[in-house]
């Protein structure tokens, strides 16, 4: 075997160098890319807090009672000037009867009494509705566990204040525990916020009705200190004649 002295050396050289440029290269081609940072997860808005069984009926009474509760003053203002309109008619009447005027006395009587019968109206239609309110509160107070208020005074019974003989009141008794509602959890309900609010508004409430119940019952005792002037008046028309 002859040595690589011919022109065959720088062939093969040439030929080896090729390969190995060609490996690097395919060595770069084949390279992995870097793998970048993962995609941030999307946040999710948390769910809101489930309102407790019963709470809708809760949040209803109450809102009913607030609305019944704020019409108070209008109530009290409203008695106020019905037994304004008495007195004035019942002063016009017999002046109109002095002066001989008939028709002014018939005019001031009718307005008189249709004073009254508002102020008659008006206090049916309170009672109505305070009874209403104290009802929808009561069921409310036991679905809360709560004890329930005491009951509004029924018609013609004198407001708890009012200047009327009256018994001494007996000593509250320790409220019952509240009978169980069927699908009501009585216990989470306790918690819930509108059931809180409760108590403040009952005790708003039955202080409103005794207000306003008084009122009416001071309204018609006025009533009956004006009506001998519109009799009076109408008596001195009758004698004229």
Excluded at 52 to 60: F, W
Excluded at 71 to 78: E, V
Aim: glycine share 8%; aromatic share 2%; with cysteine.
């Amino acid at each position: 075997m002859g040595t690589m002295t011919d022109g065959r050396w720088p062939g093969i050289a040439l030929a080896l160098l090729l390969a190995s440029c060609s490996g690097e290269k395919r060595s770069e081609t084949t390279a992995v890319a870097p793998v970048g940072p993962a995609p941030a997860a999307t946040p999710v808005a948390p769910l809101a807090p489930t309102k407790p069984v019963g709470s809708d009926a809760v949040d209803a009474a109450l809102t009913a009672a607030k609305d019944f509760n704020a019409k108070a003053l209008t109530d009290l203002a409203g008695v106020e000037s019905a037994e304004k309109r008495v007195r004035d008619q019942a002063n016009r009447a017999l002046e109109a009867a002095r002066r001989g005027d008939g028709a002014r006395v018939t005019a001031a009587r009718t307005a008189a009494e249709a004073a009254h019968k508002s102020l008659v109206d008006g206090q049916a239609a309170f009672q109505t509705a305070a009874a209403e309110q104290q009802v929808a509160l009561d069921m409310a107070a036991t679905m809360c566990g709560l004890p329930v208020a005491t009951p509004a005074p029924a018609p013609g019974a004198p407001a708890p204040g009012a200047p009327a003989p009256a018994k001494p009141a007996t000593p509250a008794a320790t409220p019952a525990p509240a009978p169980a509602i069927a699908g009501v959890d009585t216990a989470a309900l306790a918690a819930y916020e509108g059931c809180l609010a409760l108590p403040a508004e009952q005790a708003l409430l039955a202080q409103n009705v005794a207000a306003v119940t008084g009122r009416y019952q001071a309204a018609e005792a006025a009533y009956r200190l004006e009506r001998p002037k519109l009799e009076e008046a109408a008596a001195t028309m009758a004698l004229g004649r």
